[in-house]
């Protein structure tokens, strides 16, 4: 099975010294038009290889970077719900063994003053499952941390505390502040106050001398017009973010497929210039469905055809929410709801397992892109880049935003140029230059992504 994707460059005049998207202006031309640049990329080829023993590793020949990034494939995680008496390592012995094989992401919550990592977390990791720590913002007597108090320095101790354990482990982990802030700006500080602790912890980290975290910021991934506002609102910055993930669930309200209920933020993500990071899902879950008793284990099958066929090449993990929501199985999300959603997770499971992702030769960028407007329409330029991998490019398709207007044009080779109408003068304009769009949607590169500074990035 095959893909074809598109990757995003922008050019960018620096007004500072910062890295985040705040201190950069788009280079304008005639009449406010900001150019972007998108390379045409060949083909990834999926194949899936013979079973593999039940450990925790990336699919064959698939190294893990220091930064927790998969060369190739898709890792598995979850977040265990502990019942009445149960330890956390019981509960994820317990997942483990009803789906045949070890999760190469162990998701684990903490409160603001607890010792993390504990024991049972540090024996798990020291045998090669990484850790994904979120640190919650209330303490282990509910009370409220504010967000203002942890950047102005009076929970260094905490947070000194904290790093030291971590850098202690020796082993890199994933390690989020406050999962889904947008829900409490208001009730921990303003949005300002939560990058403003966010930046002190990582300062403070760095401080501290900790090399192995991978700052990993967790949304509610919603596309409404207010949760985007909070979500650029909340955003630390590049610098101080190496993942971004999100917590996506069908609760049948409408029924959405896995990737229905993906696509909205991942799409916005890579399109509004965040593609620079690997994307995971931290949270994400199921329920059944009344009318259909098959729905929720046809939901795993088609998840995993989803992640095999790299219909989301930039998403890297994917840590299931294996918690009860409702008392009976219509609001529930833990797995074993039915036989057949069991039945269908380990399977999905086995299938991220020997997964792998092979890329061909990388194309380069179009390089000399340039625009020029006219009363109501602009022409799009760009040179075809000399590395054309493996393909052919014969046709691009320019889009414009805002508005969506596009154009696709091929024809004799090469292909350099592209009118787009029914723009608005005096409006400011992005232009994504692409490969036109194939198969069930549309695919973004992710070996080499470029971020709001417009430095590429493998």
């Not at 020949?61 to 494939?73: K, V």
Request: charged share 15%; net charge neutral; glycine share 10%.
């Amino acid at each position: 099975m095959s893909s074809t994707w598109k990757r995003c460059l922008r050019v960018f005049h620096h007004e500072g010294g910062s890295n985040d998207p705040g201190s950069w202006q788009p280079v304008g031309v005639r009449r406010r038009l900001t150019v972007f640049a998108v390379a045409a990329i060949t083909t990834v080829a999926i194949g899936v290889q013979p079973g593999v023993a039940n450990a925790a590793s990336p699919a064959p020949g698939c190294p893990i970077s220091t930064s927790l990034e998969p060369s190739c494939g898709v890792l598995m995680g979850v977040a265990t719900h502990k019942l009445s008496g149960q330890t956390w390592e019981q509960s994820v012995a317990s997942h483990e063994q009803q789906i045949g094989r070890q999760v190469d992401v162990l998701h684990n919550y903490h409160q603001w003053n607890s010792a993390f990592p504990d024991a049972a977390e540090t024996a798990r990791a020291l045998g090669g499952q990484k850790l994904l720590l979120t640190w919650i913002g209330t303490r282990q007597d509910g009370s409220v941390v504010r967000w203002a108090n942890i950047a102005s320095g009076s929970e260094d101790a905490v947070i000194n505390a904290s790093a030291n354990r971590i850098k202690s482990l020796g082993v890199p982990v994933w390690l989020n502040f406050q999962n889904e802030p947008e829900a409490l700006i208001g009730v921990s500080g303003t949005a300002a106050e939560y990058v403003a602790a966010w930046r002190h912890i990582h300062d403070r980290f760095a401080a501290d001398g900790v090399t192995n975290v991978v700052w990993d910021a967790v949304f509610m991934g919603v596309t409404s017009d207010n949760l985007i506002a909070k979500f650029r609102a909340l955003y630390p910055g590049d610098s101080y973010v190496d993942w971004i993930a999100w917590d996506p669930y069908n609760r049948n309200a409408p029924w959405a497929s896995f990737a229905d209920a993906v696509r909205p933020f991942y799409d916005w993500l890579m399109d509004n210039g965040y593609g620079s990071k690997p994307f995971m899902l931290a949270e994400y879950g199921v329920v059944e469905d009344p009318a259909n008793a098959q729905a929720k284990a046809n939901w795993f099958t088609a998840e995993a055809v989803s992640l095999t066929d790299g219909e989301f090449p930039n998403l890297k993990v994917v840590s299931y929410f294996d918690h009860p929501y409702t008392a009976g199985t219509s609001g529930n999300f833990v797995i074993d709801t039915s036989q057949a959603s069991s039945a269908s997770y380990a399977a999905l499971g086995q299938v991220l397992l020997s997964a792998s992702t092979t890329p061909v030769t990388t194309p380069g960028l179009p390089t000399a892109v340039s625009a020029a407007a006219g009363s109501s329409s602009a022409v799009v330029s760009w040179t075809p880049p000399t590395n054309t991998g493996a393909g052919v490019i014969t046709a691009y398709t320019v889009k414009a935003s805002p508005g969506g207007s596009s154009v696709t044009v091929g024809g004799p080779l090469p292909v350099t140029k592209a009118a787009v109408s029914g723009l608005t003068p005096g409006t400011s304009y992005t232009f994504a230059v692409a490969l036109p769009a194939g198969g069930s949607g549309r695919r973004y590169a992710s070996q080499y992504r470029f971020g709001h500074d417009g430095i590429a990035r493998g």
